[in-house]
């Protein structure tokens, strides 16, 4: 399903999220200091949506081989304002990108780490900011939809729960990982 809305149930009170949230929202809740804070960080954020739209989250690691996955899309990437120091931020906890924009207000820092747990099941300061720099360069602007699976995220953990399953997988939960085996490893030894 497509939805342009969705509803907010919050202690601040109920509310429709909607791409316009810093005016309809942020403003009602927090005023018109929280919504200078926001636009700060849309600032900040917009040269970030750039890059990762020049060069998938995917591509970014936090070790050397990060040369070998970006190689490729630095020729789009050198277009973007800031190039190399915004590829920096791009792996960095979205928390620090928050605090450099100043953003303080606690209604704004709640709702973030929010749609940070949403992404990556982790709030600000454990989620990257490239991951954060995808959604503002996608989520609140004008005519922006968000697609929600039908039966919810539970349906997709079944379809990925039955494919393992199908290939012969198993799949454990609350269950410590020792090792990953492929296929030709033997127990005891790995490749």
């Known amino acids: 399903h497509v939805y342009?809305?969705?509803g907010l149930l919050l202690p601040e009170g109920n509310f429709t999220h909607r791409p316009d949230f810093k005016m309809s929202t942020l403003q009602a809740v927090s005023g018109a200091p929280a919504v200078a804070q926001w636009e700060a960080l849309?600032?900040?954020?917009?040269?970030?949506?750039?890059?990762?739209?020049?060069m998938p989250a995917a591509a970014l690691r936090g070790d050397p081989g990060?040369?070998?996955?970006?190689?490729?899309?630095?020729?789009?990437?050198?277009?973007?304002?800031?190039?190399?120091l915004t590829a920096s931020k791009m792996t960095t906890a979205f928390s620090e990108v928050l605090d450099e924009a100043g953003v303080n207000d606690p209604f704004s820092r709640n709702w973030l780490d929010?749609?940070?747990?949403?992404?990556?099941?982790?709030?600000?300061?454990?989620?990257?900011?490239?991951?954060?720099?995808?959604?503002?360069?996608e989520f609140y602007k004008e005519g922006a939809t968000m697609d929600y699976p039908l039966g919810g995220v539970?349906?997709?953990?079944?379809?990925?729960?039955?494919?393992i399953e199908k290939r012969g997988g198993v799949v454990r939960c609350n269950a410590r990982v020792a090792r990953f085996l492929r296929e030709g490893d033997v127990l005891g030894r790995g490749k």
């Open 4 to 6: 342009d809305t969705f």
């Open 42 to 54: 849309e600032a900040k954020m917009a040269p970030l949506a750039a890059a990762v739209a020049a």
């Open 66 to 84: 990060v040369a070998l996955t970006t190689a490729r899309f630095l020729p789009a990437f050198a277009t973007i304002p800031g190039g190399p």
């Open 114 to 137: 929010l749609l940070c747990f949403c992404l990556s099941g982790l709030p600000a300061d454990g989620t990257i900011t490239a991951e954060m720099a995808m959604m503002f360069g």
């Open 154 to 163: 539970k349906a997709v953990v079944d379809v990925l729960v039955r494919a």
